[in-house]
């Protein structure tokens, strides 16, 4: 008696492997999803750190002897040339948020900090938590402190 080998797959083995690689690309798109969102939230943590760098490095050059600060919003944060941020007139830099990112809390008073010159202290010190939009749990805290230093937490 002749035995045959069933050839190739039957279509309940080609359905099962269909879905456990469904599985296993939709595991992998929502790891890659992720990693850009923080990858994005690093680098606008990193934009505003060097925009507040910037402004206390121009108030310390005593460039146009004017003091320099950053305004916040929600979406941006902003250079300044002295002591108020006026729309449209004191502007010297934008740096816009990734439409992922917000700048979810503002601990400075008129949302402002401006570095005073000879010593860069900042007026007033604070800081600013910059998070994932809808993600509470993932977030950065820019601090600016009196003496005019900036670093993440």
Partial sequence: ???????GFSLLEIVVALGILSLLAG??????????AKQDLNHATSEITALLREARSRTLAS??????GVFFLADRAILFRGQAYSEGESAEKTV????????????LSGNKTVFERLL????????????LRGDAGVSRVVVINA???VYVE
Avoid at 1 to 7: C, D, E, V
Avoid at 27 to 36: D, E, H, I, K, V
Avoid at 63 to 68: A, L, R, S, V, Y
């Fill in 1 to 7: 008696m002749n035995i045959r080998a069933p050839l």
């Fill in 27 to 36: 595991l992998g798109a929502n790891a890659f999803f992720s990693a850009r």
């Fill in 63 to 68: 460039e146009d002897g004017m003091p320099f």
């Fill in 96 to 107: 816009q948020m990734p439409p992922r990112i917000e700048i979810a809390a503002i601990n």
């Fill in 120 to 131: 860069g202290n900042a007026v007033p010190a604070g800081d600013v938590t910059v998070r």
């Fill in 147 to 149: 003496d005019g230093l």
